[in-house]
């Protein structure tokens, strides 16, 4: 499956974004789905993740209860929902896809190339 993450940009602090991923090459819904970030010298950080059907989510406690994870199965694409943004969620933003949800980057099958969210404070 191949991966295009986009929707990345600069945002002042509390502003929100919306990031989409979206998926060809494979049947989407036979992948579960996350979302990473990285930024220069760290290692890819856990975001969020959802099962195939989009029916159980996972957060990292950083951003639980400012970020949402979603599909559409219909339109093979993943969204991330940023709220509340600060200049800590500063990061290149990538999707991954592997056939169960999961947490572990190196875990994760597929990545799509990331976009950059920058927050300004």
């Known amino acids: 499956v191949q991966l295009q993450a986009s929707g990345g940009g600069l945002v002042q602090a509390g502003g929100s974004l919306r990031l989409s991923c979206a998926a060809s090459?494979?049947?989407?819904?036979?992948?579960?789905m996350g979302w990473f970030r990285q930024v220069p010298g760290k290692e890819r950080e856990f975001v969020a993740a959802?099962?195939?059907?989009?029916?159980?989510?996972r957060y990292s406690d950083s951003v639980k209860g400012r970020f949402t994870i979603s599909r559409d199965n219909a339109k093979n694409t993943v969204y991330l929902q940023m709220n509340s943004l600060k200049p800590e969620d500063t990061a290149v933003y990538h999707c991954?896809?592997?056939?169960?949800?999961?947490?572990?980057?190196?875990?994760?099958?597929?990545w799509g190339q990331g976009t950059q969210v920058t927050v300004s404070s």
């Open positions: 991954a896809a592997r056939p169960y949800i999961g947490v572990v980057a190196t875990s994760y099958d597929y």
């Open positions: 090459g494979s049947t989407f819904s036979s992948y579960a």
């Open positions: 959802i099962s195939r059907t989009g029916g159980s989510t």
